[in-house]
């Protein structure tokens, strides 16, 4: 099943809120002082892993252009 454009911008601003959320929460950790360091290693990979698939779907949304 393919999505069509408004489906795949659509997501891509889940994801742009998933994104901010994440470093919104790890933030608050590394202020907390009560931060583990594997959690925090492990929510900027999933971080890192959002910020992928965004790009890789915004480019979804751009046209081929032929040169």
């Known amino acids: ?3 069509d ?4 911008a ?12 994440l470093d919104m929460a ?9 931060s ?3 959690q925090i290693q ?3 990979k999933q971080k890192l892993y959002l910020r992928d698939r965004i790009t890789r779907m915004e480019n979804d949304l751009l ?5």
């Open 36 to 38: 583990d360091v594997i």
């Open 5 to 8: 454009e408004s489906e795949i």
């Open 26 to 34: 790890i933030e608050a950790l590394i202020e907390s002082g009560k």
């Open 63 to 67: 046209p081929d252009i032929i040169a």
């Open 42 to 44: 492990r929510l900027k």
């Open 10 to 21: 659509e997501k891509v601003r889940q994801l742009i809120i998933q994104h901010r959320d």
């Open 1 to 3: 099943m393919t999505m």
